[in-house]
Every structure is written in C-alpha cells, then in structure tokens.
C-alpha cells in the first residue's frame, strides 16, 4: 500500500529493517546517507516502547515522521494517523464480551475500525522547521501546541 503510494507520487520508498533499539543508529545513519525526506513508523511494540528515542533521532536528523498512534505524536512524532484508539479498544470489548459469553472466537466475525484520527505536533513543526498547511490543521482530530 505504501509502495503504491510512493510510487503514484514519484517518491522512492527506503525500507530500513530494524529489529530493535540497538538497529537505531544504523537505520538513522542510512536514512541521513540516501537523503530521506521523511520517515513513516510501522506499528510495532519495540516502537511503541522506544517511541520517545525514536522521536527525539526523527527531530535530531531533521526527519519529518508520520506514526500510526496519537500517543506516538505526543511522544515528539510529526504526525499520527491511525485508526481511533477508543474505536479499537471497543471492538476488542465486543470480542471479549462475546467470548465470556460463550461464543467461538473462530465463528466471531472480523471486525475493522471505521473511524481514524489525524492527530499533528505543532511543537514538533516547529523544531524541524516546518509550517503545517492551515487546512491541515483543520482536518485534524487534535492538535499538540
């Protein structure tokens, strides 16, 4: 999906494997060589843990970043957009409701959010320069000052 996004808008898509904060350096180091223009964070626990460092190395190389959870933007990422949190830890209340209630997990359909947030750090834009476009601000869900 991101692939073909890349490729629609004529951007060239880096893929930096990490598996683990000790890749930290070497992944930032490679980005900073290719000459990246921004960083997009896949959803991962070791991410979630490291959020903050990743965020501080994002500011510290000029990095504009794009994450997929609110609290990852107000942890010091650019952006977050992702599906609403609230939805999600709903969908998953209905599941375990249904469950102790004695259906099969395997006869439960498969439930995806519908709704998602934008969520923008200001003082992030700020530290890297950058001057967010008022009608994105505007769709957001939230903005961090």
């Known amino acids: 999906m991101v692939r ?3 490729q629609s ?9 990490v598996r683990g904060s000790i890749d930290y350096g070497q992944a930032f180091a490679a980005m900073v060589q290719e000459n990246a223009g921004a960083l997009i964070i896949a959803g991962s626990p070791t991410f979630i843990q490291d959020r903050r460092d990743i965020a501080a190395l994002t500011t510290k190389h000029r990095l504009p970043s794009a994450w997929p959870l609110r609290d990852d933007a107000e942890a010091g990422g650019l952006i977050a957009y992702g599906a609403s949190q609230s939805e999600t830890i709903k969908l998953a ?17 498969i439930e995806q959010p519908t709704k998602f947030a934008l969520v923008i750090n200001l ?4 530290a890297l320069g950058l001057t967010i476009p008022q009608a994105l601000l505007l769709r957001a869900d939230e903005v961090i000052q």
Not at 93 to 109: N, Q, S
Request: hydrophobic share 40%; proline share 9%; aromatic share 4%.
């Open 4 to 6: 073909g996004a890349a």
């Open 9 to 17: 808008l004529g951007l060239r898509l880096q893929i930096v494997p």
């Open 93 to 109: 209340d209905g599941y375990v409701d249904k469950i102790l209630k004695g259906a099969r997990p395997g006869d439960l359909p």
């Open 123 to 126: 003082k992030t834009a700020r």
